[in-house]
């Protein structure tokens, strides 16, 4: 059973940068396809990227291109999610999670890890 | 991008009651639609793909069904360990979205 271990909660101040890890136990990151979803009292869930299996690298929602990087460490299994350039707007809770087999079509979100909360404030 | 409406927002039911959430999708999408549950200070959980197949492990009471743009998740007879949130999930293109989420609660 894949399990998903991510990093503590942030406080960040606006325009810094937050990076997020994602540890998986029970499995091999390269063997999934890991994604990061956030989650917020004003928008709910939003998709913001993942790996993209067909093409090899990461892949980003619109609304945060330039300003997100996914990278995975598979030496350590652990994935990251940098975000730059926060505004009180990216207070959430941001989860990682792995979809189950993208090149097939079933991209829905089997596994997730326990969130982190990230808070941007002055 | 796709958008995803659920409704109701909130639903209040009893125990043993049938509850059903309806979830529209702003252009069709097939059948690429998964259901959540999510719980308070908890990840979602994976219930529904493919509009109706249950993923394993969950009880055989929760039913998905829909195609195009228009889908329903029901609960046979809600169970204590049934109240929270629900959200449906549109997989068809990208951006994958997701409906504002349906809170069920105790009536």
């Known amino acids: 059973q894949v399990q998903m271990i991510q990093s503590g909660p942030e406080v960040k101040k606006p325009g810094a940068s937050v990076k997020v890890s994602c540890k998986v136990s029970?499995?091999?990151?390269?063997?999934?396809?890991m994604n990061w979803v956030r989650q917020s009292p004003g928008k709910g869930l939003e998709w913001m990227g993942g790996?993209?299996?067909?093409?090899?690298?990461?892949f980003y929602a619109q609304k945060f291109r330039g300003r997100i990087t996914m990278t995975e460490d598979t030496s350590t299994d652990t994935a990251y999610m940098e975000l730059r350039s926060l505004s009180s707007d990216d207070t959430a809770t941001y989860f990682c999670?792995?979809?189950?087999?993208?090149?097939?079509?079933?991209?829905?979100?089997?596994?997730w890890g326990q969130g982190t909360l990230v808070t941007v404030s002055s | 991008d796709i958008q995803m409406t659920q409704s109701p927002s909130t639903l209040s039911a009893s125990i043993g009651d049938r509850v059903t959430i309806t979830c529209r999708a702003s252009?069709?999408?097939?059948?690429?639609l998964a259901w959540y549950q999510q719980k308070p200070g908890t990840a979602p959980k994976l219930l529904v793909y493919?509009?109706?197949v249950l993923e394993s492990g969950v009880p055989s009471r929760f039913r998905g069904s829909g195609s195009g743009t228009e889908f329903t998740l029901t609960i046979l007879s809600l169970q204590p360990d049934d109240f929270g949130t629900y959200y449906c999930?549109?997989?068809?293109?990208?951006?994958?979205?997701f409906g504002q989420g349906t809170k069920v609660e105790v009536k």
């Open positions: 252009q069709s999408i097939g059948d690429w």
């Open positions: 493919k509009s109706s």
């Open positions: 999670s792995t979809v189950r087999a993208p090149l097939r079509g079933d991209s829905y979100f089997d596994n």
């Open positions: 790996f993209d299996p067909e093409n090899g690298g990461s």
């Open positions: 999930q549109q997989y068809e293109g990208y951006p994958w979205t």
């Open positions: 029970g499995g091999t990151l390269s063997d999934l396809s």
